[in-house]
């Protein structure tokens, strides 16, 4: 059965850091384009990031900031999210698709998890 789950997601202040993981079970999530993405109350959701072979994405508003790698060995995805801004706050889920292609369009993705929570607040 193919999985994904986020870990990683909490509370803090502005100006702080979280890692969100995304670990996939049931398949080999380097063979895969996996995209973060986030949706706050009222708005829509936006892909954040994206890593495919040879390629990342990072939505402008994150630039300098936020940072998508992978952990083959451990069959993780991660977002390393510095000098979080009250804006960044959203439910943040992974997503995985087999093209080797980011389209930022969420339909595009097959696979997703179940989503974690990043809440940044003073």
């Known amino acids: 059965q193919l999985q994904l789950v986020e870990s990683g997601g909490g509370l803090v202040q502005p100006g702080g850091s979280l890692r969100l993981s995304c670990a996939a079970s049931?398949?080999?999530?380097?063979?895969?384009?996996v995209g973060w993405f986030r949706q706050a109350p009222g708005k829509e959701r936006e892909e954040v990031s994206c890593?495919?072979?040879?390629?990342?994405y990072l939505v402008e508003s994150v630039k300098g900031r936020f940072t998508i790698s992978r952990d083959n060995a451990k069959n993780t995805v991660y977002l390393q999210m510095n000098s979080l801004k009250p804006e960044d706050t959203a439910g943040y889920s992974c997503?995985?698709?087999?093209?080797?292609?980011?389209?930022?369009?969420?339909?595009?993705?097959?696979?997703w998890g179940q989503g974690t929570q990043v809440t940044v607040s003073s």
């Open positions: 049931g398949f080999i999530l380097n063979m895969y384009t």
């Open positions: 890593i495919s072979p040879g390629y990342t």
């Open positions: 997503a995985a698709r087999t093209s080797y292609h980011c389209s930022g369009k969420a339909d595009d993705f097959s696979y």
